[in-house]
């Protein structure tokens, strides 16, 4: 029963964490390039701001959702003795974690700003080097986010 509950877990983990990496994949393929290459500095920044507002509303359920799914599948594996599944949860389990510091500490600060000037019409002044400061990380979390999937994956069919 924990073999298959694990299992059960890590799938829900794999699809929670499946909407992060599109979302992550889709701005690094697209939208970095319309905002970098064709639009304004208030264009971004408005239409960046709004995506954060709805993005911040609901993507969490998302994230923490496949953080915790994550924790228990490492948990379930190791309660099933399952070593290489619960080394695999583990290796998830810490991208995870630090694409969620990578969130916390530089994107979630510059969402805020962004989000604060869309509802305001207010520019900051640096707002191009706020967007740039926001795509710097967009690799590092597109890597992270393919890191936690392929370890989920990995524990999935390790079980």
Not at 26 to 46: E, G
Not at 57 to 63: E, V
Not at 117 to 144: F, M, Y
Request: aromatic share 6%.
């Amino acid at each position: 029963m924990l073999v298959l509950t694990g299992q059960i877990l890590a799938a829900l983990a794999v699809l929670a964490n499946a909407v992060v990496y599109g979302t992550d994949w889709s701005v690094a393929l697209i939208t970095r390039s319309v905002y970098r290459d064709h639009l304004d500095d208030a264009t971004v920044t408005i239409s960046a701001g709004w995506g954060h507002y709805y993005g911040d509303k609901r993507m969490p359920i998302f994230g923490a959702g496949g953080v915790i799914t994550a924790l228990l599948t490492l948990a379930l594996a190791i309660a099933a003795g399952q070593l290489a599944a619960a080394v695999a949860a583990g290796l998830a389990l810490a991208a995870l974690l630090t694409w969620l510091a990578c969130y916390v500490r530089i994107a979630k600060p510059i969402n805020t700003a962004q989000t604060t000037a869309a509802q305001t019409g207010v520019i900051p002044p640096n707002a191009r080097a706020l967007q740039t400061k926001w795509d710097s990380i967009l690799n590092t979390r597109v890597a992270l986010q393919t890191l936690a999937l392929t370890g989920l994956l990995t524990a999935l069919i390790l079980f």
